[in-house]
């Protein structure tokens, strides 16, 4: 099969508050989601008893219409309004480009290759009623559905085992991936999200309304202060900020810089980055109606209990992957996921309770005594190479000894100046690149398998 030409892709990423939609890839590089749209549909029984969806517009007057909002905490909680969801903003969203009146798809349009991103929640039957959609009402040709888990690490290039933590407004999914597949069986979730630092917020500042609560938290004045952050987040070999928040024990133990020359450090960088808020009794933000409201440090407050609960449940997963060496890479390569991990200092802060609450030490007398029993058990030329004190290699038995992000690609520019929080679209953008690009068609459903399986040919399809 012929590779696809690169501006006829569709991306979606269907969350449960908006979805992010981008029709074709830059040729060069990768850009950020260039549309989100609020994940609802209205719905209004007609004379005949059956349900009418469609846009708020559509109906000429409000009165019987229901707001479907058809997915909750990444769960599709009514499928039917989902697909009308699904096939509402696409007919918009061709409209645009190739001018269509009907519901009819001529060969070019139906040669589209889509991908979703899907949630670990969907279920098979679900997951076979958009595949059939998607061949038989809008009578497309190709579709992929990849996993949001798997669409993260994609866009770490690829790790093989990794967290991906998803924070949502109402949830944390914790997901534990080992040898590029989800472990379905770990996945936990939290019944907290990025919602509770609106109530806390609430609490400390009920002179504000909700949507000012939200302003505030997505103004840049909002910060998470952390005295954990600022003692131990420090890269304390080179001094590089800790965009990939490496915490190596082996690190702070071994280093001779003194502590207050670190911390001292820390603060000049902070204020040649101009991150001036932290000093100040009081600060400012605007809110959607153009009213500057004034907070004290009540704007630094209000994460902590969910930092708390995400720390603990990643320690209760992760205890249950069995394999040593596996579990280190886990805790080594951790993956954020959603809009309340681009918080100042929120991923610094995790970061910090994640070190506080699960990093081992080994004791120096169990270390040396390790130690020379390696160098004991290697025959006595090679136990003669390692007397000047260099030590054969070694490692602990237990996990973890250090806790680190997956570190960022660096050379796609304008995910770097958006941000990551919307990570899994990026992998789902390289993913793309790299499966409908290419003559093969292995990765992904074609109307040929499609006709022969049906809407269970999604499950031949392995990544």
Not at 236 to 262: C, F, K
């Amino acid at each position: 099969m012929a590779p696809f030409r690169q501006d006829s892709i569709l991306i979606i990423y269907p969350r449960s508050g908006s979805t992010l939609i981008q029709f074709g890839l830059n040729e060069e590089t990768f850009l950020a989601p260039s549309l989100e749209i609020p994940t609802l549909i209205y719905r209004k029984r007609d004379q005949s008893g059956n349900y009418i969806y469609g846009p708020k517009e559509q109906f000429n007057s409000m009165d019987d219409v229901d707001e479907i909002r058809p997915i909750a905490n990444g769960s599709i909680v009514d499928i039917e309004a989902f697909l009308h969801f699904l096939k509402l903003f696409y007919v918009s969203l061709l409209s645009e480009r190739y001018s269509l009146y009907t519901s009819a798809f001529d060969g070019e349009l139906a040669n589209i290759p889509v991908l979703m991103v899907t949630h670990h929640t969907w279920s098979q039957t679900q997951m076979e009623y958009i595949t059939q959609f998607i061949f038989e009402k809008l009578e497309l040709n190709n579709l992929l559905l990849l996993p949001l888990a798997l669409a993260s690490t994609f866009a770490m290039v690829s790790l093989q085992n990794s967290l991906v933590i998803d924070i949502g407004a109402k949830h944390t999914d914790i997901i534990p991936v080992v040898d590029y597949a989800p472990m379905l069986h770990l996945i936990s979730t939290v019944n907290i999200g990025g919602d509770s630092i609106n109530e806390k917020l609430k609490e400390k500042l009920p002179q504000l309304n909700d949507l000012q609560i939200e302003a505030l938290k997505k103004s840049p004045i909002f910060e998470v202060l952390s005295e954990d952050a600022k003692n131990l987040l420090q890269d304390l070999n080179n001094g590089d900020e800790m965009d990939e928040g490496a915490l190596d024990v082996a690190a702070i133990v071994t280093s001779g810089r003194d502590t207050r020359e670190v911390l001292e450090e820390r603060e000049r960088r902070k204020k040649q980055d101009n991150v001036k808020n932290a000093e100040l009794d009081t600060n400012s933000f605007w809110d959607d109606d153009g009213n500057e409201i004034t907070v004290g440090k009540q704007r630094f407050q209000g994460t902590e209990m969910l930092i708390e609960k995400i720390s603990n449940r990643v320690g209760l997963v992760l205890s249950r992957v069995h394999d040593i060496n596996k579990a280190r890479h886990i805790w080594e390569n951790i993956i954020l996921v959603g809009g309340t991990t681009s918080i100042v200092g929120f991923r610094e802060a995790l970061l910090a309770q994640l070190y506080k609450d699960h990093v081992i030490m080994e004791p120096e007398d169990e270390r040396l005594g390790r130690e020379e029993a390696a160098r004991a058990s290697l025959p006595n030329k090679k136990r003669n190479k390692f007397m000047d004190n260099t030590l054969p290699t070694t490692e602990y038995s237990q996990v973890p000894t250090s806790v680190k992000y997956a570190k960022y690609p660096e050379y796609f520019p304008e995910w770097k100046k958006h941000g990551y929080s919307e990570v899994p679209f990026l992998g789902a953008q390289i993913v793309c690149k790299q499966v409908f690009t290419h003559p093969k068609d292995t990765f992904y459903i074609t109307r040929e398998r499609y006709k022969e399986k049906g809407p269970s040919s999604i499950w031949d399809i392995v990544f």
